[in-house]
C-alpha cells in the first residue's frame, strides 16, 4: 500500500516560479521499481501528462508544453518527488496530480495505481 501527499500549489502570478512536493510512504510492495507522474486537469479539460521520473533511474520525461521550464527531481532519503515549475504561464492553471506505479509508459495513466490528493496551480496574468 502507498500513499502519496502533494503540497506546494498556490496562487502566482506570469513568470513566477512554484515548487510542488509528492512525499509517499510504502506500506507494502512486490515490485521496488517505481515511476512517478505528474498530470493537470483545468476546468472542464481532460487530464494530460505534465512530467515523469523513474525512481530507479532517475530518467525524466516532459510533455512538449512544458519542457525548459520544469524539471522533476526526486529526493529518495526524503521519499519524496518535486515538479519545478518556471516561468509559469496562464495556460500552466490547473489542479496537479502526482502518481505512482510500475508502468511500462511513464506519460501515460495506464499503470499508475496510485494518485495524490491534488494541488491547485492558479497563474495570473
Known amino acids: 500500500q502507498v500513499e502519496l501527499v502533494e503540497s506546494g500549489g498556490g496562487l502566482v502570478q506570469t513568470g513566477d516560479s512554484l515548487r510542488l512536493s509528492c512525499a509517499f510512504s510504502i506500506r507494502s510492495i512486490v515490485n521496488p521499481s517505481y515511476a512517478m507522474g505528474w498530470f493537470r486537469q483545468a476546468p472542464g479539460k481532460e487530464r494530460e501528462f505534465v512530467a515523469g521520473i523513474r525512481w530507479s533511474g532517475g530518467y525524466t520525461y516532459y510533455a512538449d508544453s512544458v519542457e525548459g521550464r520544469f524539471t522533476v527531481s526526486r529526493d529518495d532519503a526524503k521519499n519524496t518527488g518535486f515538479l519545478q515549475m518556471n516561468d509559469l504561464k496562464p495556460e500552466d492553471t490547473a489542479v496537479y496530480y502526482c502518481?505512482?506505479?510500475?508502468?511500462?509508459?511513464?506519460?501515460?495513466?495506464?499503470?499508475?495505481?496510485?494518485w495524490g490528493q491534488g494541488t491547485q496551480v492558479t497563474v495570473s496574468s
Open positions: 502518481a505512482a506505479g510500475t508502468v511500462m509508459a511513464v506519460s501515460r495513466e495506464h499503470g499508475y495505481t496510485y
